[in-house]
């Protein structure tokens, strides 16, 4: 695969490699959306880049690159987490929704599609080679703080330890928190204003104890906590990859009081929330700030990004345009759970020291799609383990490595691949596109089958990155060629589709389901589009 | 002695004793003024219990007694924290002045007197026996967090681990933080908006490194690592010791933002100062609740107070009575640095679970006179040290043990005592009182003795507590005696009187200067009072 050719022939295209063995921080914010930051990833600047206040990530991007065409692995989290610590596509591995409590599947029910066999429990031990487990045998300390989400209560995978990281900082099998707040000790009970532990529940953060009963808000504690592990591992002599996920933006919305003042024309939501965003920004400035004091900031390599779009369904205020829900990621549609842009697509920001910061400007902003599972090979390649990625972990490899954008050097990089995504889910909330789906681009298009009714829609991003403007019907030819495609993906990766209940077999195919729609719905003949 | 006499007798006297070894926690806030808290502190409430919350020390105050005439042993840092350490006034100790660098004088100069020759290097490893280190030896382990200021840079006491402590966190030989914040690294340089490190200052903070660049308030930040050894302690099985000193409220005048806004109706700099009171409420509510979680709660004693007056010398905003400058421990007249009673009346709270608790209400008020270095037989008793503090080491103390008072039995305590200060020392700042002094307190009457010109005041608290009416110059007699009783203590203390700068000897003693200040300024004859 052009994957592993990447991976393995880096070393003899780019040259001079930077300092041996950097350390890598992957700074994972969950459920934070593609403009939840001062930062713009869109072409221009929107009114959400000038709410919001990001200063120490506008100087990460000053001395890193930014991609305007990120996306997630998936609209939820822990198929983007587990895919990133994997390589691998959700639709390979099977883990295609977010997990909870052992051999529980968390799919909302449907009446017409169900999920298939996933792998309901996660990520677990032995399955799959993990990015931790590889670093930790090349010498690095693997650090893990905040969310983990890769397995389920109740399995082995529920504990980062076991899936290749030497120290776990209050993740677990959890992917959101009880409480942002110390003084309700990180649980339920305490957010319901009981006494903190009268009731105990899978959300309460774990391993946080001395952070109870202080004033201080979960991401701050957490890049304390990161801190701490930083200098352990400076101190040590060596070298460390720390997978940052502060819990924060995922809702509950809970506001830091400290910040909230900076928002006084938002609602009481919208400000919490703009807080929620300030604070996870000074985070990323005070890891930047220990990488500073510890000498260790420009052999570091920093890598900015979310675990899915943002949250629309739930947001209650309004959109700088005046319009409520689902708008909270404007100019995309939608927002997490969905398979529109506004589901997956994020805000992504690498810094290299000693090569990202000496590109020139044109080089720093990168339009070329890229997904959540490249991190992987891109990391091993940053700790000089691109030889041990031999055909035969590689074939099974998804992602790609990102060096060549990294290093200007872009027609390196196939920017024409296929993306897919593959959710055969329906996500607990309601919303435009939050629906069971498959969908893949390559280009500017994308097609979208949503397998309830076996629907297709087909977008021209260049012309149209909101969707307002369904291209199927007038397309056909389109959709057709672009269907074999993603059943090309289908079989490359694995993917399960949803099962049609009334046959409880798995619905047909996207070939086989694109003819049909085309024979129902075309509105012009094929080969009416070029 | 008295004080020994209590302290060796108090386990034949007060049955049954709760738990052996409870574990005890000293919050010994910096500068805390008498009125700096909503619990009041004195017979009735006052506009500054309203203004301030401090609900952490209401609570403890429930389950606590309070001492409504509880004196610090000087009315500046390091001769109070000293005099704890070693339960000696420092009179006795001539560590009657604040420490900062080897082998220097820190007293302002005068034109009229000059300082002794005293303790200039502060406490020493060897030069008396401390606290901690006989806790130490006793199985406790002994934890100073914040700020120490024991001795001074470039000797050895200016490390608490040389003087009984197992574990030092952020405490040096300066007295007062560069800078609260965080972000600003606790250095000067950082306060100064500069890089934090561009410059090392002697008030920078040490060993808080993995705070910097986090936005945390060092109260915070100290309270989460009180919060850490605490555990550490509980987890090994050991009882500990906590001097638990926050360096705040002291100068800089810097806000905590969280809690700001709590106060609207102040302006700036009264709102800072308000929030720097409710954030060491907060810290000792996270320690309580790190006592709860660890099941310590109900064997451990904690102690509140502070290490003098509070600062009325800079404080620029408005008293609730509308008056500026020295009027912020109102009904108290001056503040820190004074002779007055605002340099040295601290609130002062004991809780000690299972005893004070139990008491009746009218006995959790306790009236009587109590000094600083009364903790240090306190403590000594309370580890169930008692038989160790044998005459030998007895004759030196002059602290009393306390536990009359907190069991209910005050009858069993000397509350005619003489409590005695002595200051042979100019403070930096001017104000009412704030010059060289000797003065004691017997019961209801205060004598002090000002030495640049001899000069005597005489009050009444009982009837005159703001110290409005001096009636020296109408009660002759009383004066005398009580330059006597002064003499006597000097005698016994071996308290250090300033220097005539133009004779370069000791002034007077009070017994001879009296004498010739009542012969020059008696209204009436002797025996006019009775």
């Not at 983007?80 to 610590?85: G, L």
């Not at 009731?199 to 304390?224: M, N, R």
């Not at 031999?390 to 872009?410: F, V």
Request: with cysteine; hydrophobic share 35%; aromatic share 8%.
């Amino acid at each position: 695969m052009a994957a592993v050719a990447h991976a393995i022939g880096r070393s003899e295209r780019i040259a001079p490699l930077p300092r041996a063995r950097p350390n890598i921080v992957l700074f994972l914010v969950d459920d934070l959306g593609w403009q939840d930051a001062s930062v713009p990833m869109h072409s221009e600047r929107t009114p959400f880049n000038d709410r919001y206040r990001t200063p120490n990530l506008e100087k990460l991007a000053a001395r890193g690159v930014r991609f305007t065409n990120a996306y997630a692995s998936a609209p939820v989290c822990t198929p983007t987490r587990t895919a990133i610590m994997t390589g691998k596509a959700p639709a390979r591995t099977h883990i295609t929704y977010w997990t909870l409590n052992k051999d529980t599947d968390t799919s909302r029910p449907r009446d017409d599609v169900a999920a298939p066999d996933w792998a309901v429990n996660g990520l677990q031990p032995g399955d799959h080679e993990t990015l931790p487990a590889i670093l930790r045998s090349a010498g690095y300390r693997t650090i893990h703080v905040g969310k983990a989400h890769f397995g389920a209560h109740g399995t082995p995978g529920g504990d980062p330890t076991s899936l290749g990281f030497d120290v776990n900082i209050a993740g677990h099998a959890s992917g959101g928190p009880a409480s942002y707040y110390g003084l309700q000790h990180f649980t339920v009970a305490g957010r319901q204003g009981k006494p903190p532990h009268e009731t105990s529940s899978v959300w309460d953060i774990p391993g946080l104890e001395v952070y109870h009963g202080h004033d201080i808000y979960l991401t701050e504690a957490l890049a304390i906590e990161a801190s701490r592990a930083i200098r352990d591992a400076v101190d040590a002599g060596v070298p460390f990859f720390m997978n940052f996920a502060p819990y924060a933006v995922h809702a509950p919305i809970m506001g830091n009081k400290k910040y909230e003042p900076n928002y006084p024309d938002l609602d009481d939501r919208e400000r919490a929330y703009a807080s929620m965003i300030e604070t996870y920004d000074v985070a990323l400035g005070a890891l930047v700030t220990t990488l500073e004091e510890t000498g260790q900031l420009e052999n570091t390599v920093i890598i900015f990004s979310s675990d899915n779009g943002g949250l629309s369904a739930h947001a209650r205020g309004k959109a700088p345009d005046g319009q409520t829900r689902h708008t909270h990621n404007a100019p995309l549609k939608s927002g997490k759970g969905s398979a529109y842009e506004g589901g997956t697509r994020v805000p992504t920001i690498i810094a290299w020291p000693g090569v990202t910061d000496s590109l020139q400007a044109d080089a720093r902003s990168i339009d070329t799609p890229i997904i959540s599972h490249d991190f992987f090979p891109t990391i091993i390649g940053l700790a000089g383990l691109q030889a041990d990625l031999g055909p035969d972990r590689g074939s099974e490899i998804d992602g790609r490595d990102l060096s060549p954008l990294l290093t200007g050097r872009p027609q390196l990089f196939d920017a024409d691949r296929v993306l897919g995504w593959n959710q055969p889910h329906q996500w607990g909330a309601d919303g435009p596109g939050i629906r069971p789906f498959t969908s893949i681009r390559r280009g500017d298009w994308k097609l979208i089958y949503f397998h309830a009714g076996r629907r297709f829609e087909l977008y021209n991003l260049a012309a149209d990155l909101g969707e307002a403007s369904d291209l199927a019907a007038e397309d056909p030819d389109r959709v057709a060629e672009l269907a074999g495609v993603m059943e090309a993906w289908i079989e490359r990766t694995g993917a399960q589709l949803s099962i049609d209940k009334t046959t409880g077999e798995e619905i047909e195919r996207p070939g086989v389901a694109a003819r049909s729609w085309i024979d129902q719905h075309a509105t012009s003949g094929a080969g009416s589009t070029p």
